[in-house]
C-alpha cells in the first residue's frame, strides 16, 4: 500500500482532459514538500513530467501541468494524444519515514 | 549530455547479493545525489536509497536498511547498489536516477531475476 494514493486508472477521448490526483498526508504533500510527476511508457524508464508542484522540465509540453492543494496534488493533460498512453507516478518526500515516496501509478487510456 | 548506464541484467539465488553499477558519463559527478529505485514486474515504483558521492554518505529507505549499501566510486565516476540476502519478491528492475529537482535522469534499468 503506498503513502500517496492514485488512482490505478483514468481514460479520455483524444482531445480531452484528464486529471490524475495524488492523495498524502500532513507529513508529506500536506507538509509543503514538494510533488514530482514521471510518465513511464511501456518497457521505458520513468521521465521527470512536473516539478516543484507545477514547473515542467525544458521539453515537456503544455499540455502537462501539475498543481497541489492541501494535502493533494494533481497532474492535468489537456488534448491528449494518442502518445500520452502510459504510466503515471507521483512522487513526495515523507517525513514521518524520511523517505522518498511514490504513489501507486496511474495507467491512463487514450479510448 | 548526462549519461547513466547501467550495467546487464543478472540471475541470483535466494539468499544472495547482487551489486548493479550506474556509470555517469558527462557533468560534475561528484556533486550528483544518485538514488536507487526499482520496479517489481507489473507494479510500481519504490525509492530505495540515494547518496551524494562528494560526503561520502548514503541514506537508506527503511524498508531497505540493513540490507542494502549505496556507494559511489568517484574516479571511475560509477554508483553502485549492493543488495543482500536476496529473496523471489527483489526480482525487479533497478533503477539508478539523478535527484536535482526530483528524479531528472535516470538509467536504462537492470532487471534482477532471483530464481533457485
Known amino acids: 500500500q503506498s503513502v500517496l494514493t492514485q488512482p490505478p486508472s483514468v481514460s479520455g477521448a483524444p482531445g480531452q482532459r484528464v486529471t490524475i490526483p495524488c492523495t498524502g498526508s500532513s507529513f508529506n504533500i500536506g507538509a509543503g514538500y514538494d510533488v514530482y510527476w514521471y510518465q513511464q511508457l511501456p518497457g521505458r524508464a520513468p521521465k521527470l513530467l512536473i516539478y516543484g508542484n507545477s514547473k515542467r522540465p525544458s521539453g515537456v509540453p503544455d499540455r502537462f501541468s501539475g498543481s497541489k492543494s492541501g494535502n493533494t496534488a494533481s497532474l492535468t493533460v489537456s488534448g491528449l494524444q494518442a502518445e500520452d498512453e502510459a504510466d503515471y507516478y507521483c512522487?513526495?518526500?515523507?517525513?514521518?519515514?524520511?523517505?522518498?515516496?511514490f504513489g501507486g501509478g496511474t495507467k491512463l487510456t487514450v479510448l | 549530455q548526462v549519461q547513466l548506464v547501467q550495467s546487464g541484467a543478472e540471475v541470483k539465488k535466494p539468499g544472495s547479493s547482487v551489486k548493479v553499477s550506474c556509470k555517469v558519463s558527462?557533468?560534475?559527478?561528484?556533486?550528483?545525489?544518485i538514488s536507487w529505485v526499482r520496479q517489481a514486474p507489473g507494479q510500481g515504483l519504490e525509492w530505495m536509497g540515494g547518496n551524494i558521492p562528494v560526503f561520502g554518505s548514503a541514506n537508506y529507505a527503511q524498508k531497505f536498511q540493513g540490507r542494502v549499501t549505496i556507494s559511489a566510486d568517484e574516479a571511475a565516476t560509477t554508483a553502485y547498489m549492493d543488495l543482500t540476502s536476496l529473496t523471489f519478491e527483489d526480482t525487479a528492475v533497478y533503477y539508478c536516477?539523478?535527484?536535482?529537482?526530483?528524479?531528472?535522469?535516470w538509467g536504462q534499468g537492470t532487471l534482477v531475476t532471483v530464481s533457485s
Open positions: 536516477a539523478r535527484y536535482t529537482s526530483g528524479f531528472d535522469l
Open positions: 512522487q513526495s518526500f515523507d517525513s514521518s519515514l524520511s523517505d522518498e515516496v
Open positions: 558527462g557533468g560534475t559527478f561528484s556533486s550528483y545525489v
